[in-house]
């Protein structure tokens, strides 16, 4: 980390992500999270616990995307507000490492003047570099659910840009529904020049 600068870490998982939830793949108690000298924790969830059966209740993983962005602006703002105000480099990570995450990075794209489709090729990436770790999780799970879960694992491009449109389309695109989200203008602005 100190190699790449790196002066914060923000955690996206939700609390019982992180504390364990009776869950054998969360089981780290609060007391036990090592840390790197000279290197911020922090923890915002991007999802809460409250929300995951709403979450669930989405027909497909798009519209979970767009629920996570019309119900959780404040965990939005945060990450971001956190983003901006970091000293050094940041590193976002949720527990696969692919919507969460992926939100975060289109958005951060988005805000660096990328253009949509070559932040669709990144997203679409993922499935390429998590592929041997798709099929580790389906096979865990009943073979009558792996069709679904393979589905849902899946990043096609057209769902990042079916975000990005979205996010243009009701918002006025990232900052604006950044600043809608309470994250103060002053650090848009900050997170802006910092992605030059």
């Known amino acids: 980390m100190r190699a790449y600068a790196v002066s914060t870490v923000i955690d996206l998982r939700s ?15 609060k007391e036990d999270r090592a840390r790197q000298s000279g290197v911020a924790y922090v923890h915002h969830a991007l999802i809460d616990d ?8 989405a027909s497909n993983m798009f519209e979970r995307y767009l629920l996570m962005l019309s119900t959780r602006q404040m965990a939005f703002r945060d990450v971001f507000t956190s983003i901006a105000e970091a000293e050094g480099g940041v590193v976002f990570h949720c527990f696969a490492g692919k ?19 070559t932040i669709a090729s990144d997203f679409g990436e993922t499935d390429v570099q998590l592929a041997k770790q798709y099929e580790k999780w389906i096979s865990e799970v009943p073979a009558d659910l792996r ?3 393979r589905e849902e694992l899946r990043c096609p491009p057209e769902r990042i840009l079916g975000v990005l449109n979205h996010l243009q389309t009701k918002w006025g695109g990232v900052e604006a529904y950044l600043e809608a989200s309470g994250v103060a203008p002053a650090n848009i602005d900050r997170l802006t020049a910092r992605l030059e």
């Open 147 to 149: 069709n679904e879960m």
């Open 99 to 117: 919507d969460r995450t992926g939100l975060i990075a289109a958005m951060l794209l988005a805000m660096a003047k990328v253009s949509a489709e």
């Open 15 to 29: 609390d019982s992500e992180l504390y364990g939830s009776g869950d054998p793949r969360f089981p780290r108690p």
């Open 50 to 57: 409250s929300g995951l059966k709403r979450l669930g209740e």
